[in-house]
C-alpha cells in the first residue's frame, strides 16, 4: 500500500510574517531540521508521513509496533555480533594456499603492521562503536517495552544518536565486496559463516534504525520518567502553563 504524504501546508510558518503574533500550541511546535522552518505538529496515523513544506524533509514517519520492533533486532544483533567479529568472513584459495580472515584479525594485522590510525578507526567503527550502539537502543527499547524507563534512558538515547554517525559496518561491507570482486578471477573464494553472520548484524543495525520511531521513543520516555518521578515522589522543574491559552510567538522582525 502506497504511503499517504501529509505536507504541512495548514501550519503557520513564521518566517512568512513581518509582524504580529501568532497563537500556538508549545507541545506541538517542530522545526526542521533540514531548514529551520518553525511549524505546529499535526497527528499522523501509521503508515503516513509528514513533509516539511518548503525542504520536503520527513518530520514525522509512525512505525507499527515500533518498540517491539527495535528489541526483537536489537536482540539479534548482539547475539550475532560476536560470531560476526572474531569468525573467518571468507577464504581465499590460490595455488592451493588457503589465507581466510576475520574482522578482528584486520584490525591485528594493522596493528602488527603499525598502522596505528587506521587500525584504530577499523577498531572504533567497525567492532566497538556498532557494540554499544546495539547495547544503547536494547537497553532503551527494553525499557520502553517493560514500562521501566527513566531519566538516565533518556542520555542513553541521546548518547546514540551521537554516535549514529560513527557505526559504519556498511562501509565496511562495500570493502568485503570489493574484495570479493577484485579476487574471483585469481582464486576460489570460500564464505565463511562470519560472514553471513556479518550480513546479519548488518540487517540487524540498519533495520533498528529504520523502524524506530524517535517521536514514539522520545514520548514514551518522558511519560514513563515523568510517571516514575511522581511516583517516587520527585517534582520536576516544569514551566507553568497559562490559564488563557498557549503563549504567543513573537514573529517581529522576521523575513
Same mark, same amino acid.
Not at 526483537?72 to 592451493?96: E, H, K, M, Q, R
Not at 589465507?99 to 596493528?111: N, Q, R
Not at 556498511?170 to 556479518?198: S, W
Given at each position: 500500500m502506497a504511503q499517504s504524504l501529509h505536507l504541512l501546508w495548514d501550519f503557520h510558518p513564521l518566517q512568512r510574517h513581518c509582524f504580529g503574533t501568532i497563537e500556538m500550541n508549545p507541545k506541538k511546535i517542530i522545526l526542521c531540521p533540514e531548514c529551520d522552518l518553525l511549524l505546529e505538529m499535526s497527528s499522523v496515523e501509521e503508515g503516513e508521513k509528514l513533509l516539511c513544506p518548503r525542504c520536503g524533509a520527513i518530520l514525522g514517519a509512525p512505525v507499527k509496533d515500533s518498540v517491539e520492533k527495535v !528489541?526483537?533486532?536489537?536482540? /539479534?544483533?548482539?547475539?550475532?555480533?560476536?560470531?560476526?567479529?572474531?569468525?573467518?568472513?571468507?577464504?581465499?584459495?590460490?595455488?592451493?594456499?588457503?589465507?581466510?580472515?576475520?574482522?578482528?584479525?584486520?584490525?591485528? /594485522?594493522?596493528?602488527n603492521t603499525h598502522f596505528y590510525f587506521t587500525g584504530l578507526m577499523v577498531f572504533l567503527t567497525a567492532i566497538l562503536i556498532p557494540l554499544v550502539k546495539l547495547v544503547m537502543l536494547f537497553i532503551v527499547a527494553a525499557?520502553?517495552?517493560? &514500562? #521501566?524507563?527513566? #531519566?538516565?534512558?533518556?542520555?542513553?538515547?541521546?548518547?546514540?544518536?551521537?554516535?549514529?554517525?560513527? &557505526?559504519?559496518?556498511?562501509?565496511?561491507?562495500? &570493502?568485503? !565486496?570489493?574484495?570479493?570482486?577484485?579476487?574471483?578471477?585469481?582464486?576460489?573464494?570460500?564464505?565463511?559463516?562470519?560472514?553471513?553472520?556479518?550480513?546479519g548484524l548488518l540487517a540487524a543495525t540498519l533495520g533498528s534504525a529504520a523502524l524506530m520511531d524517535k517521536k514514539l521513543f522520545w514520548d514514551e520516555i518522558d511519560k514513563q520518567a515523568l510517571a516514575r518521578e511522581q511516583k517516587e515522589g520527585i517534582l520536576p522543574c516544569r514551566r507553568p502553563e497559562p490559564n488563557n491559552g498557549p503563549p504567543a510567538l513573537s514573529t517581529q522582525g522576521r523575513p
Open positions: !528489541l526483537a533486532l536489537t536482540s /539479534a544483533g548482539l547475539l550475532i555480533y560476536v560470531p560476526a567479529i572474531f569468525l573467518p568472513l571468507l577464504t581465499f584459495d590460490a595455488a592451493g594456499i588457503e589465507s581466510s580472515g576475520s574482522i578482528a584479525d584486520s584490525f591485528l /594485522a594493522l596493528i525499557s520502553l517495552y517493560t &514500562g #521501566r524507563s527513566s #531519566r538516565k534512558t533518556a542520555v542513553l538515547f541521546r548518547l546514540y544518536h551521537h554516535l549514529d554517525e560513527w &557505526g559504519m559496518l556498511e562501509v565496511y561491507m562495500i &570493502g568485503i !565486496l570489493v574484495t570479493i570482486i577484485k579476487m574471483l578471477h585469481m582464486a576460489h573464494v570460500n564464505y565463511d559463516v562470519g560472514f553471513y553472520c556479518f550480513i
